[in-house]
């Protein structure tokens, strides 16, 4: 067993995975939008997660943080309860969750990331501010820092909230759909920071819409379609069979998918 | 007609129009980024039976009695519009519209009840639909200064968790901060600035109140904290000038002067802000027009 410390001083016990869920469901009116979900991750992987269009992903995520109730089921971080271990949770939301007019810099975005460990009425000081700009370094946004963001492109804004996500020195992260939409440079700026992330040891769980770069960037895949159809590492979990069950009718282009990577992996 | 008029007067409408400017310039910028600048119209329009209850109630028309009758009705209408969304299918815009004309128009009939039984005091109620500056007299200021003075220092105590909440209400909850509580503290406070103001700008008009300063004020920054200022200070020129014409001239109700006001500001930000305004961005698009022309006429 492993005893790892963040740099907040929060001990981290790896006796019980990063996440385990047990029969989680959430509904929307009577109508269940996921169900029975039981997933138990384990420590430092990078994971996506992967189903069609309104299969729950951005669901899970969000009721596993509490963001929207859970009808049934439990979350355990850690082996704890999330409220208890918020600290230990990096949170990146879909980019076009956020008005991207608002009158503030890259920098106070990040800032924000650091209120979590600052408490009621207290206000940012040198040390939030220097975590920022070394978040923003990480991802090659320093000389944007002052820049106000409706002034910033699509991948830069996405590297401004993953940079927020970092300055909130996780164990585990939950990211939606962060490569939605970003130019070359910022989805390469992303596949380095999830490989330094693995590095350190941490636990990455992406919602992810591309089945061609999935298995590429990613070393487990968990399949979605309001149940989980199958969840492990991809050479043993991304089957023809699972995908059919994951994408049903859109069946013919996820076998592509799938011949696609059985070509490769025969290739590397 | 100005030399009629006291000193005493001008005091209490300078300092009160001023008050109101600041706290609803303050609070109207996180109404307006949260996209809640009609919640503040349906407030102030629920606004109306609860003052007229409380004077129902009490008989008395001291300020705080009836800004307390203001306050309770508004909030109610607040709960009103949230439970119609959560309960029904019904969506946000046709839930304001909703609870906005019954509590109005159950306002209005309670205002036609008293004016008819016509009690000896009953004269100053209906000043709240459109204001009347030259009503206040120096205990209503004293209100107003207590009331929005504990406003803007709970926006200080609070501003980045404001902040946070305003921008991205989703990752500020995953971080540990109570947005539920948040949600309506900040709420309360826009309740307090619109009951606030009801006596000089009346009912019908607060909302422009809470929406024209932030607006304006958009224009001219892209920092929060220079917005909130600016806010402040057009809230305060509208006030005060709009209360001003109106004492000067003796029919005309305050509300309509301080909006009037307040929209040449608005409209001079929206043409004429640089980077913002609409005759800046006209002139860009002409230069960049004019650049293409020339370079085609180069390539000839």
Known sequence: ?268 | MLELLSDYTLRNVALGSALLGIVSGVLGCFAVLRRQGLLGDALAHAALPGICIAYLLTGSKAPIVLLLGAAASGWLGTLAILQIVKQTRIKEDAALGIVLSVFFATGIVLLTFIARTGHASQAGLDKFLFGQAAALIEEHVITMAILGGLALLVVALLYKEFKALAFDAAFAQSIGLNTNLLSVLLTSLIVVAVVIGLQTVGVVLMAAMLVGPAVAARQWTNRLSVMIGLSALFGALSGVSGAFISISQKNIPTGPMIILSLTLIVLISLFFAPARGLVWEWLQRRRARGNMRVSADLRV
């Open chain 1, 1 to 268: 067993m492993i005893n790892n410390t963040t740099s907040t001083g929060a001990a981290v016990s790896t006796a019980t995975g990063p996440l385990e869920i047990n029969d989680l469901t959430v509904a929307y009116r009577d109508t269940p939008v996921l169900s029975d979900v039981d997933l138990s991750i384990p420590e430092g992987k990078l994971v996506a997660v992967i189903g069609p269009n309104g299969a729950g992903k951005s669901t899970l995520i969000k009721a596993v943080l509490g963001l929207i109730p859970s009808v049934a089921g439990s979350v355990r971080i850690y082996g704890q309860p999330y409220e208890t271990q918020r600290k230990l949770v990096g949170y990146v939301p879909q980019r076009s969750s956020v008005d991207w007019d608002f009158p503030t810099t890259a920098l106070d975005v990040v800032m924000m990331g650091t209120y979590g460990n600052l408490g009621w009425f207290k206000r940012p000081g040198k040390r939030q501010h220097d975590q920022a700009m070394a978040s923003l370094q990480q991802l090659g946004m320093t000389d944007y820092a002052e820049r106000q963001i409706n002034q910033l492109s699509g991948g830069q804004q996405q590297r401004v909230f993953l940079a927020r996500a970092l300055a909130q020195d996780a164990q585990i992260y939950f990211m939606d759909e962060p490569f939605v939409g970003v130019d070359a440079t910022t989805e390469k700026a992303i596949v380095d920071l999830l490989k330094a992330l693995q590095k350190q040891g941490k636990t990455v769980i992406v919602v992810h819409h591309d089945l061609d770069s999935a298995p590429e960037y990613f070393d487990w895949v968990v399949l979605l379609n309001k149940r989980l159809i199958a969840a492990g590492p991809f050479g043993e979990t991304f089957t023809s069979d699972n995908l059919r069950r994951t994408y049903g009718g859109a069946m013919m282009a996820a076998i592509k998918h799938f011949e696609h990577f059985e070509a490769d992996k025969g290739s590397r």
